[in-house]
T-cell receptor, first 113, second 117 residues
Framework: NAGVTQTPKFQVLKTGQSMTLQCAQD?????MSWYRQDPGMGLRLIHY???????DQGEVPNGYNVSRSTTEDFPLRLLSAAPSQTSVYFC????????????FGDGTRLSIL | AQTVTQSQPEMSVQEAETVTLSCTYD???????LFWYKQPPSRQMILVIR??????QNATENRFSVNFQKAAKSFSLKISDSQLGDTAMYFC??????????????FGQGTILTVHP
């Protein structure tokens, strides 16, 4: 049981480049989400999904796109990378039942030059 | 919108001693859940303990316990018999129990805990 798998673990981009951060979970969880972690600010929600075909914006969605075509996968796309998007990105999933905690991936450290 | 505040950016404790990390939150909801997550240098996010707001009894997980004061909107984490492996960033997090924000976590800023030998 792999849990939540994020790829890549590290990435360096140039300003203006695009890329997709991958996230997959094998726990059949309904709920998936993306967070970014910045120093002194904790983790902030970017986008989330409550099931295949359903996505919604979180606290800091600008500059990011998501889609959820399957229960297992929830990729995060940066359309035109900016230095302000330098951060550590976490994908998480949880079962739809109440009080169930989030299960986090190991994170992707992304640097935009 | 909910907010979570951790007022202690850094804490330190001697091995085998007890330390308490503070967390306060603001919400108008009555049904919600609170969590403490640990993030060691490996960057993993590890669930330490959780508390359902409707439960009056404070949650306990081995050396970790919470002091949940619902009226004061306070949720502190007590670590007893501190170990070197407890050195990490600790995040307090809030999750609404229903409505449109169901399932979304709001995090505090984090507290860096260092356990000294």
């Amino acid at each position: 049981n792999a849990g939540v798998t994020q790829t890549p673990k590290f990435q360096v981009l140039k300003t203006g480049q695009s890329m997709t951060l991958q996230c997959a979970q094998d726990m059949n969880h309904e709920y998936m989400s993306w967070y970014r972690q910045d120093p002194g600010m904790g983790l902030r929600l970017i986008h989330y999904s409550v099931g295949a075909g359903i996505t919604d914006q979180g606290e800091v969605p600008n500059g990011y796109n998501v889609s959820r075509s399957t229960t297992e996968d929830f990729p995060l796309r940066l359309l035109s990378a900016a230095p302000s998007q330098t951060s550590v990105y976490f994908c998480a999933s949880r079962d739809g039942g109440r009080n169930q905690p989030q299960h986090f991936g190991d994170g992707t450290r992304l640097s935009i030059l | 919108a909910q907010t979570v505040t951790q007022s202690q950016p850094e804490m330190s404790v001697q091995e085998a001693e007890t330390v308490t990390l503070s967390c306060t939150y603001d919400t108008s909801e009555n049904n919600y859940y609170l969590f403490w997550y640990k993030q060691p240098p490996s960057r993993q996010m590890i669930l330490v303990i959780r508390q359902e707001a409707y439960k009056q009894q404070n949650a306990t997980e081995n050396r970790f316990s919470v002091n949940f004061q619902k009226a004061a909107k306070s949720f502190s984490l007590k670590i007893s018999d501190s170990q070197l492996g407890d050195t990490a960033m600790y995040f307090c997090a809030f999750m609404n129990g229903g409505g449109t924000s169901y399932g979304k976590l709001t995090f505090g800023q984090g507290t860096i805990l260092t356990v000294h030998p």
